[in-house]
């Protein structure tokens, strides 16, 4: 199992808002990192450190972190931002690779 | 314009060997953390191995002692030399470049992937 839990799976409708969360010992003392992925398409970064985004990265999308959890709000989802989102920030178990959570299918419905 | 282009996948049987090669443009690897990452089908993301600028190499466990990452300045290009391949380890690999923010090595570009099937 991973050392960054996520939810598998979370819906939302059209134009509300909606967290995906990650849940870590290792979120305790460092940041998550957030990607994007669309089917058949490589991950994509859309929020790293304290919510930084890329360029390009719409502002609906931010992240927040609060003890052993860090959060990827989108705030008035589109159908554009269903996707797999993973977090990735640096393991417990070594210091050199990070560890990925194991991915939230987000459905916009 | 910053880009990763993996090549080299393929079928192969089980025991067998596989090269792959991430070639960069825009930016020069040798200056940057670089990574594979890969992603079994219909499954999540695994980080495999990371190469640091001071050419310092670590590996997950899962591939540890079969799989080498290393990289060719001249050609600005990404490897990693794959033996001793499982079926296990049909995914699709990612090359990726890393950045490092307050003790936290992110991943800002990704190539496209590369498809290896281990099968007989």
């Known amino acids: 199992s991973s050392e960054l839990t996520q939810d598998p799976a979370v819906s939302v409708a059209l134009g509300q808002t909606v967290r995906i969360t990650c849940q870590g010992d290792s979120l305790r003392s460092y940041y998550a990192s957030w990607y994007q992925q669309k089917p058949g398409q490589a991950p994509v970064l859309v929020i790293y450190g304290k919510d930084k985004r890329p360029s390009g990265i719409p502002d609906r999308l931010s992240g927040s972190s609060s003890g052993n959890t860090a959060s990827l709000t989108i705030t008035g989802a589109q159908a554009e931002d269903e996707a797999d989102y993973y977090c990735n920030s640096r393991a417990t178990s070594s210091h050199h690779l990070g560890v990925f959570g194991g991915g939230t299918k987000l459905t916009v419905l | 314009e910053v880009q990763l282009v993996e090549t080299g996948g393929g079928l192969i049987q089980p025991g067998g060997s596989l090269r792959l090669s991430c070639v960069a443009s825009g930016f020069t690897v040798n200056s940057y953390y670089m990574s594979w990452v890969r992603q079994a089908p219909g499954k999540g993301l695994e980080w495999v191995s990371i190469?640091?600028?001071?050419?310092?190499?670590y590996y997950a466990d899962s591939v540890k002692g079969r799989f080498t990452i290393s990289r060719d300045n001249s050609k600005n290009t990404l490897y990693l030399q794959m033996n001793t391949l499982r079926a296990e380890d049909t995914a699709v690999f990612y090359c990726?470049?890393?950045?490092?923010?307050?003790?936290?090595?992110?991943?800002?570009?990704w190539g496209q992937g590369t498809l290896v099937t281990v099968s007989s």
């Open positions: 190469i640091y600028p001071n050419n310092s190499t």
């Open positions: 990726g470049r890393n950045l490092m923010v307050q003790g936290v090595t992110y991943f800002d570009q």
